[in-house]
């Protein structure tokens, strides 16, 4: 050990903003739910690159949000087929990309009860590139099977299903899912971990190559995006995300 | 239509009503919520159109809730809602789980007079096994395409905060049509209003675009701030994160919520 200690070039939070925006590079309209700092920024990274053929709606608030009709229209809007990414948590994920939001246990008498499943059991469906995004990598989030399916990951053939889970990203990886085989595939690694420390920390099984990619730094168009215009443009929605999450 | 005092509107309010309320990127009626508790109600169904969060944990905590139908209830940034999450984990509410565009097309089929309305997605969520109101059938027109059906949602009441309210009983709720779709399906509706409007709302295009006219209109209350400590399109006003970050850890426990409604001045009528 030197003792030297390198300063990172990225944040962990602009390295998962760079990486989910990636991730929702082609889309046309990316939709971000209430309360998720991150997939905003990601989606803002995104639609700056873009060159404005990208347009981007944040749930809560007011400087992202062109729907007029209520509540609803976003959900009508989906089903139409107009909105083509969107970002989803969940409170459990399993290896079939089943969600859970509802609860811990066995509903109802559930040990820890969450909020609820939201609009996640519709769109899932419905928007054909959902890109599920939670932070913690753990044994806990990412289970062998989650308790409560508020949204499922697959669909019988018959069932009518234009959209779904197609990546995963946590605070280690980004993971592909292959609805084909129902499995994920880990695409890549962030830097500083391994292989081993990603099957150590992953409850569901999953396909990968012994020697993974390694997830791609942010590079100096996106960090200095990040740290102007998305930055800027999320303040109001994220205060105080946008003073410690962004590096200078 | 009336014009009323904020107590007389929330004693419009009955034990064992269906109650829709909105959701807190909308217009909450957190004054009247207040009131209501210090009226005291029992066994309220509270239909969350289509989530919600402090009101809906309030009313909860303060034991005026039987059954809760709704897609999500949280404090949003600021958390869970502990006594929602207190009361769902011990069983003493009954739980609706549903999914915003369930609750929104059950209100829809409520706003047209029919009996359900189909809707894409959801099928596969372990929601449809937990909801024996909840229908998938094949659908009609196309054969081997399963479709869910929801059934019409009719609250006795919706209770909202608008920004305006005009003296012909007409409210003002510009793009916020989720409140005009509660009124809609609703059989009453009761408005906090933040501000009287001098003149006919529907007179103006402008405003009446956006206007709920008042055939819908059971009552309004007019109530400055009447959505405090939430914030509210009407104004651009923000929540008071810290007024929500002090409840949510306050009322993680009873005890602790009991010293909330003190330090807040209300008293839980029985």
Redesign the interface.
């Known amino acids: 050990m030197s003792g030297v200690q390198q300063v990172p070039a990225e944040t962990n939070e602009e390295l998962l903003a760079a990486v989910l925006g990636r991730l929702v590079a082609d889309s046309t309209h990316t939709v971000v739910g209430?309360?998720s700092p991150i997939p905003a920024s990601a989606a803002l990274l995104a639609a700056g690159l873009s060159e404005g053929n990208h347009q981007v709606t944040i749930?809560?608030s007011?400087e992202f949000m062109q729907?007029?009709?209520?509540?609803?229209e976003l959900?009508d809007y989906a089903?139409q087929g107009r909105m083509d990414a969107f970002f989803v948590g969940g409170g459990q994920i399993d290896g079939q990309a089943n969600i859970n939001?509802?609860?811990v246990g066995d509903?109802?008498?559930?040990?820890?009860?969450?909020?609820?499943?939201?609009?996640?059991?519709?769109?899932?469906?419905?928007v054909p590139n959902v890109v599920l995004f939670r932070k913690e990598h753990s044994r806990r989030v990412l289970v062998p099977k989650v308790d409560?399916?508020?949204?499922?990951g697959?669909?019988p053939a018959?069932?009518?299903r234009v959209g779904g889970p197609r990546w995963l990203v946590t605070e280690l990886v980004v993971m592909k899912f292959d609805a084909d085989r129902g499995r994920f595939y880990l695409q890549s690694i962030h830097a500083g971990h391994d292989l081993d420390e990603v099957l150590d920390r992953t409850g569901f099984e999953f396909d990968y190559d012994p020697e993974p990619a390694v997830t791609p730094p942010v590079d100096d168009q996106e960090l200095a995006l990040l740290r102007t215009s998305v930055r800027e443009s999320l303040q109001p929605v994220y205060p105080g995300f946008c003073s410690r999450a962004f590096g200078q | 239509m009336s014009r009323v005092t904020l107590e007389q509107l929330v004693s419009k309010i009955s034990s064992g009503d269906k109650l829709a309320i909105p959701p807190e990127y909308s217009g909450v009626a957190m004054a009247a919520t207040r009131a209501l508790l210090t009226r005291g109600v029992k066994n309220l169904h509270l239909i969350a159109c289509p989530q919600a969060g402090l009101q809906a944990d309030l009313l909860i905590g303060a034991g005026c809730v039987a059954t809760v139908e709704a897609a999500g209830i949280s404090l949003g940034e600021s958390g869970l809602a502990p006594r929602f999450r207190d009361a769902a984990q011990q069983g003493k509410i009954r739980m609706l789980d549903a999914t915003c565009p369930a609750i929104q097309s059950g209100l829809q089929a409520a706003e047209k007079g029919i009996p359900f309305l189909p809707i894409r997605g959801i099928l596969g969520s372990d929601l449809i096994d937990l909801r024996d109101d909840w229908l998938v059938i094949d659908n009609p027109y196309t054969e081997g395409d399963p479709l869910l059906l929801v059934p019409a949602i009719q609250p006795d009441v919706s209770l909202f905060h608008a920004p305006l309210g005009d003296d012909y009983g007409n409210v003002w709720v510009g793009i916020r049509r989720e409140l005009m779709l509660m009124a809609h399906a609703s059989k009453s509706t009761l408005v906090t209003v933040e501000k009287r409007y001098k003149g006919d709302l529907l007179a103006d295009p402008v405003y009446a675009a956006g206007t709920i006219p008042h055939m819908y209109i059971t009552a309004t209350a007019e109530v400055a701030g009447g959505m405090r400590p939430l914030g509210f399109f009407g104004d651009g006003s923000v929540t008071d994160v810290e007024h929500l970050a002090g409840y949510e850890k306050l009322a993680r426990s009873q005890q602790g919520f009991e010293q909330y409604l003190q330090e807040q001045g209300i008293e839980v009528g029985s």
């Open positions: 209430a309360n749930l809560g007011r729907f007029t009709d209520g509540g609803k959900f089903a939001l509802v609860g509903y109802p008498g559930t040990k820890l009860r969450l909020p609820g499943s939201f609009g996640s059991a519709y769109l899932y469906h419905l409560f399916i508020s949204a499922a697959l669909s018959n069932h009518y």
